[in-house]
Nanobody, 127 residues
């Protein structure tokens, strides 16, 4: 059974940076796309970023382009999301997710395309 555990969330001020992590276990890590989603109170969960199995291809939602960077360390079975220039509207519960199957593209943004989810890590940005 695939397990994903996020960490690194916290309370920061607007303009600060934060790096959240997601540790995976339960299957071979490297071939599979990893994605980040987030959910704010009263809103639907939304796609943030995705990274290919090799880590050389990334894709971002417009909300994070130029500010967020996804990366992964396949030896550690961990994926990261570096967030710079944080804004109050970035406040959300951040989830990592991975699919059951291989995807040839990282431009997979639909929530239902991902089968395994972590419990989330809270990021709160104060103004």
């Amino acid at each position: 059974q695939v397990q994903l555990v996020e960490s690194g969330g916290g309370l920061v001020q607007a303009g600060d940076s934060l790096k959240v992590s997601c540790a995976a276990s339960g299957r071979t890590f490297s071939p599979y796309t990893m994605a980040w989603f987030r959910q704010s109170p009263g809103k639907m969960r939304e796609f943030v970023a995705a990274i290919s199995g090799s880590g050389d291809i990334t894709y971002y939602a417009d909300s994070g382009k130029g500010r967020f960077t996804a990366s992964r360390d396949n030896a550690k079975k961990t994926v990261y999301l570096q967030m710079n220039g944080l804004k109050p509207e970035d406040t959300a519960l951040y989830y990592c997710a991975t699919p059951r199957i291989f995807y040839t593209s990282v431009r997979v943004t639909a929530e239902n395309a991902y089968n395994y989810w972590g419990q989330g890590t809270q990021v709160t940005v104060s103004s």
